[in-house]
């Protein structure tokens, strides 16, 4: 595996999501590129590519930090919101739309049913997503549309 594309991987995380441990990193990169990217020395090499990627955080004007919080801790930006602008975007506009009916049912619903009606909406999402990537590659077959749905390719899709 090429540490560029390590190193690259790691900085857009960095650049978009927060407060993630070296761990929740790794995994990350790996869903990106491959299970064990890092090799078998995957300390040393994820050290090593986060200097660099320190560096050039650094040489853009940006200082990445780590915080040790209960609730937030990992590698952050400091400086940077807590939230990418447009994840915040994002979000303020879901939550203008959210029914307050619906809110009120879902209150009424056990745990159980709750987690529930998240698969169900996680497997019809899915679903789309390897629906849309069949038809636009016959060749791939079912399991291979999931998985590739489920990793988040933008390459393959």
């Known amino acids: 595996m090429s540490g560029s594309s390590r190193r690259m991987a790691l900085l857009t995380i960095l650049l978009g999501e927060r ?8 995994m990350r990169v790996e869903a990106l590129l491959g299970k064990g990217c890092f090799g078998a020395a995957w300390q040393d ?8 990627v ?3 955080l650094k040489a853009a004007g940006l200082q990445l930090a780590y915080s040790r ?7 952050y930006l400091k400086g940077q919101p807590e939230l990418p602008e ?3 975007n994002t979000i303020r506009q879901s939550a203008a739309e959210v029914d307050p009916k619906q809110v009120k049912i879902f209150h009424f619903l056990s ?14 999402a899915r679903n789309a997503v390897a629906y849309r990537l069949r038809r636009q590659n016959p060749g791939l077959s ?4 999931s998985l590739l749905a489920v990793q988040g390719k933008p390459n393959e899709r």
């Open 45 to 52: 090499v994820f050290y090593r590519d986060l200097r660099l």
């Open 54 to 56: 320190k560096s050039a």
């Open 86 to 88: 447009q994840l915040a």
């Open 19 to 26: 407060y993630l441990d070296r761990g929740r990193l790794i």
């Open 69 to 75: 919080r209960s609730k937030r801790s990992g590698y």
């Open 111 to 124: 745990p159980a049913e709750r987690f529930c009606l998240g698969c169900s909406l996680t497997d019809t």
């Open 142 to 145: 079912p399991a291979q549309a």
